[in-house]
């Protein structure tokens, strides 16, 4: 590239400077290339694929933006910390998470928090599609029956009690198969104190009660799948 002078110039596309040396201009790392740079990092994608989502539902503006769009952004930080979030925290479903979030105009700086996904935890578990719950719900026994060496089917019976009550509290247990399973019954029946105090929010016995009553039409696909897995 050239300068209005003629003369050979390196200019960085994401701080507008121009560098004369190019060793100067190899080595230049301004923020927003630093930005781009990290581009690849699971927090960072997630943040932009958010943002973009963002983007279309708060702005008339039709042109496509780009990852260097999203470096450059005043929100760039807040969407980045939101997508590591979702990682360490290991969020259920992303979209889903980011839509209640701007549906209830929370403000993007205070996303990435364990209240908010709690709260939206809580209605996602009441409002999936049960058969989707099921599925979760088997897999996460698949794996914590590896890891304590029994069959699948009696994970609910003789497994990591702790290890389960924690699943239930990050959704990968759902009440769908807690509460339509008789080895589910049984677990819930066989829990301390300290236990029911930490999983009670998410397998509410009231509003679960209410849910399955207005879901009849599913209860017994629910039932045979459950039956059929030995559960």
């Known amino acids: 590239?050239?300068?209005?002078?003629?003369?050979?110039?390196?200019?960085?596309?994401?701080?507008?400077?121009?560098?004369?040396?190019?060793?100067s201009f190899l080595k230049h790392i301004c923020e927003t290339k630093r930005?781009?740079?990290?581009?690849?990092?699971?927090g960072n994608r997630i943040g932009f694929q958010v943002w973009l989502d963002f983007f279309k539902k708060n702005s008339h503006s039709k042109k496509p933006k780009t990852y260097i769009d999203f470096a450059k952004?005043?929100?760039?930080?807040a969407f980045v910390k939101f997508g590591n979030y979702c990682v360490d925290a290991n969020v259920l479903n992303i979209k889903r998470f980011s839509d209640y979030l701007i549906k209830n105009k929370i403000s993007?700086?205070?996303?990435?928090?364990?209240k908010h996904?709690?709260?939206f935890l809580l209605q996602h578990?009441?409002?999936?599609?049960p058969l989707d719950a099921i599925a979760r719900s088997i897999e996460t026994t698949i794996t914590l029956s590896k890891e304590d060496k029994i069959q699948t089917k009696d994970c609910l019976r003789y497994g990591n009690k702790n290890k389960i009550c924690y699943a239930i509290t990050t959704?990968?247990?759902?009440?769908?198969?807690?509460?339509?399973?008789?080895s589910g019954l049984d677990f819930l029946q066989s829990l301390d104190q300290t236990q029911i105090k930490m999983v009670i929010d998410y397998i509410?016995?009231?509003?679960?009660?209410?849910?399955?009553?207005?879901?009849?039409?599913?209860?017994?696909?629910?039932?045979?799948?459950?039956?059929?897995?030995?559960?």
């Not at 952004?73 to 930080?77: D, G, H, I, P, R």
């Not at 993007?108 to 364990?114: E, F, K, L």
């Not at 578990?125 to 599609?129: A, F, K, N, S, W």
């Open 1 to 23: 590239m050239k300068n209005k002078a003629g003369t050979k110039t390196n200019h960085c596309e994401f701080c507008e400077r121009d560098f004369v040396r190019e060793g």
């Open 35 to 42: 930005r781009y740079l990290d581009q690849d990092y699971q």
């Open 171 to 182: 959704g990968k247990i759902s009440p769908w198969m807690l509460y339509q399973s008789k």
């Open 73 to 77: 952004n005043a929100y760039y930080t």
């Open 108 to 114: 993007v700086d205070s996303w990435a928090s364990d």
């Open 204 to 231: 509410n016995p009231q509003l679960w009660n209410i849910k399955f009553r207005r879901e009849q039409d599913i209860l017994q696909q629910v039932k045979d799948l459950l039956d059929a897995g030995g559960y």
């Open 125 to 129: 578990l009441r409002e999936e599609d």
């Open 117 to 119: 996904y709690t709260n």
